[in-house]
């Protein structure tokens, strides 16, 4: 099918506050009111999240959250938040949900409440074109400068490995990806870790700037979750539904058709 736009412009982070969801001292509650629904992402953060030429909300995730808000009856408007304070916004109850290329990992796990894993996402190399400087494992990357992007998996992996991050040239990290591939490209970085479709995203639009590494993966291999505060189970519930309906009738696989040329969406 044909690709929705996907060489757009550049950005992120899509997160749900239902109005009416105050709450007790950490912000959630289990009585969640579904007739407004505020999505807060990273609006730079493509093709999960982000702002068109128009300056509109656009997006893969952004598209599966319209259709599971519709399917249960729900308003919703989109709010940009800082990515590397999510679960900061989770708990305060500014928001309600996460859905915007979050990772599951056991850390996450232990405060935040996730849906039912709905895609995979590897972490790879992008590098300037035709200067892949012989990297074929992630021990490749020392001595050299690596970028990556705040409060991403990547950072999370990488400053959790000190034999790895201490063979750096140098470790920066930026607020947000693009910023890091500018960099790359202006050679300040030697190479970004990025999650795979974020990067191959930003790829197709400069594909005389960058390369993928594809066949080096740094790290495991994680999964998409939808995420909620850890004591909201009736809100992830509801979620998790609407999400459940639009896998079983394809809309989920028509809009990953339209972003990826692929159906990416993980089946129960």
Not at 118 to 125: H, P, V, W
Not at 192 to 210: F, T
Request: charged residues 25%.
């Amino acid at each position: 099918m044909k690709m929705k736009k996907l060489f757009l412009t550049a950005g992120l982070l899509v997160s749900m506050l239902f109005t009416g969801c105050g709450g007790d001292s950490g912000g959630s509650t289990n009585n969640a009111a579904t007739d407004k629904i505020i999505v807060g992402l990273d609006d730079e953060y493509p093709p999960m999240g982000f702002k068109n030429e128009n300056n509109e909300i656009v997006g893969f995730d952004v598209d599966l959250a319209k259709e599971a808000t519709k399917r249960m009856g729900a308003e919703v408007e989109f709010k940009a938040i800082d990515w590397s304070s999510k679960e900061a916004e989770l708990k305060s109850g500014r928001i309600n949900v996460l859905w915007n290329g979050l990772d599951i990992t056991p850390e996450r796990q232990e405060n935040m409440l996730f849906s039912d894993p709905y895609m995979d996402n590897r972490q790879i190399i992008f590098v300037r074109t035709g200067d892949d400087q012989g990297i074929r494992a992630e021990t490749d990357l020392a001595g050299k400068a690596v970028g990556t992007q705040a409060g991403s998996t990547a950072e999370s992996y990488i400053t959790s490995n000190a034999d790895l991050q201490n063979s750096f040239l140098e470790f920066k990290t930026y607020g947000d990806y693009i910023s890091a591939f500018m960099d790359l490209e202006n050679g300040r970085l030697d190479a970004v870790v990025c999650d795979e479709i974020v990067g191959r995203y930003y790829m197709a639009k400069h594909p005389d700037a960058l390369q993928a590494i594809g066949d080096v993966t740094v790290g495991p291999v994680s999964q998409f979750g939808i995420a909620f505060d850890k004591g909201n189970t009736e809100l992830r519930d509801k979620v998790q539904k609407a999400f459940d309906e639009i896998v079983a009738d394809g809309t989920a696989t028509k809009i990953s058709e339209e972003w990826f040329g692929a159906d990416l969406i993980k089946k129960k």
